[in-house]
């Protein structure tokens, strides 16, 4: 069945180390995003890319970085500089509809909850 | 001032019990879209609509663009039902989105 894979479920990192979260889909779609999610927060956007080798940075970009080599694939590694990573992240997918303001349907994987020791 | 605003924040409910979640947001749009968090973490769409109303089983979702407000019921309610629903209405033209914070709810059996 097509979907969005992410990996690890749960991570855990020492201070000063950087962590790489992969995400990917096998729904062909060419937007893919990263968010992050805290308690009593609506989710915020990081990082998203409407296409292969291009992407840009959401509301909290900073202490992250991403890549996208492939259409299906959107690692989003957390830095060191990252000051306060615990939370909850979340990839998701969507198709991308040029000249046309949201009109794709959301999908997400499960998450993958990053604590730091 | 949130773009999205969602009432209640925490609803527990016995299990057949008849539920309403609303939404209401700041923003023009061309499409809201209902989210299901289940407890595992893991989020699933359950409605894209831009009017009028949605139905999917148990499941009806309503807007009414003019006063930039939806709802969505929940009829026959049952455990498995308990989840946070999120909303969650375009922003700009980048396939970006304002959420809402969510809704947290509980069926009881």
Known sequence: ?117 | KNEVEQSPQNLTAQEGEFITINCSYSVGISALHWLQQHPGGGIVSLFMLSSGKKKHGRLIATINIQEKHSSLHITASHPRDSAVYICAVPRGTGNQFYFGTGTSLTVIP
Request: hydrophobic letters at 30%.
């Open chain 1, 1 to 117: 069945d097509g979907g969005i894979t992410q990996s690890p479920k749960y991570l855990f990192r020492k201070e000063g180390q950087n962590v790489t979260l992969s995400c990917e889909q096998n729904l062909n779609h060419d937007a893919m995003y990263w968010y992050r999610q805290d308690p009593g927060q609506g989710l915020r956007l990081i990082y998203y890319s409407q296409i292969v080798n291009d992407f840009q940075k959401g509301d909290i970009a900073e202490g992250y970085s991403v890549s996208r080599e492939k259409k299906e694939s959107f690692p989003l590694t957390v830095t060191s500089a990252q000051k306060n990573p615990t939370a909850f992240y979340l990839c998701a997918s969507s198709k991308r509809l040029a000249g046309l303001a949201n009109t794709g349907e959301l999908f997400f994987g499960e998450g993958s909850r990053l604590t730091v020791l």
